[in-house]
T-cell receptor, first 113, second 114 residues
Framework: SQQGEEDPQALSIQEGENATMNCSYK?????LQWYRQNSGRGLVHLIL?????REKHSGRLRVTLDTSKKSSSLLITASRAADTASYFCAVRGRGSTLGRLYFGRGTQLTVWP | DAGITQSPRHKVTETGTPVTLRCHQT?????MYWYRQDPGHGLRLIHYSYGVKDTDKGEVSDGYSVSRSKTEDFLLTLESATSSQTSVYFC?????????????FGPGTRLTVL
């Protein structure tokens, strides 16, 4: 399977704490992306990291990629109640069809006020 | 939701009836996708299109067909709906350019097959 697999399946933290979610995959990748889904809504793209990159930042988000371990992590710093959502990783396999992404099952993050 | 609309947003139908879901974009993106989302399965690709009249199957295409006669519209048809097709269906678009293949999602259609 080319899809990413997120860990943990569910994460519950207090506001102000950091949240870390992990994604593992099995194939060589071109890029890995993280998406967020609020309840009852469509997915929203957060950040893309290419296979030759090791770390990217966007506001309170920090993504790392370790291609030797075939894994990525998404860190949300100083979490807020509004960060409550499901987070998905998606991989574009190296050599796979352009535009084809494989999504994981997601991590459900709950941030308590 | 980035210039993507889906219709209908909710539909209840009976087993054996045909159903067509519509995705409309105003972004002129080349790629369009249909996914279904079910608890425990995440997001699974049904069909996608890489241009007008150019489509291909995804992981779970059985029981579904698609058509794309215009850049802006991508239709998903369930020829004879079954209860296993009860799901939330998402359309997505992408320009799949050299800058990356970020996908932008519509709001979803909740389909219930009784």
């Amino acid at each position: 399977s080319q899809q990413g697999e997120e860990d943990p399946q569910a994460l519950s933290i207090q506001e102000g704490e950091n949240a870390t979610m992990n994604c593992s995959y099995k194939t060589s990748i071109n890029n890995l992306q993280w998406y967020r889904q609020n309840s009852g809504r469509g997915l929203v793209h957060l950040i893309l990291i290419r296979s030759n990159e090791r770390e990217k930042h966007s506001g309170r988000l920090r993504v790392t990629l370790d291609t030797s371990k075939k894994s990525s992590s998404l860190l949300i710093t100083a979490s807020r109640a509004a960060d409550t959502a499901s987070y998905f990783c998606a991989v574009r396999g190296r050599g796979s069809t352009l535009g084809r992404l494989y999504f994981g099952r997601g991590t459900q993050l709950t941030v308590w006020p | 939701d980035a210039g993507i609309t889906q219709s209908p947003r909710h539909k209840v139908t009976e087993t054996g009836t045909p159903v067509t879901l519509r995705c409309h974009q105003t972004e002129n993106h080349r790629y369009m996708y249909w996914y279904r989302q079910d608890p425990g399965h995440g997001l699974r690709l049904i069909h996608y299109s890489y241009g007008v009249k150019d489509t291909d199957k995804g992981e779970v295409s059985d029981g579904y067909s698609v058509s794309r006669s215009k850049t802006e519209d991508f239709l998903l048809t369930l020829e004879s709906a079954t209860s296993s097709q009860t799901s939330v269906y998402f359309c997505a678009i992408s320009d799949a350019s050299g800058r990356g293949d970020t996908q932008y999602f519509g709001p979803g259609t909740r389909l219930t097959v009784l």
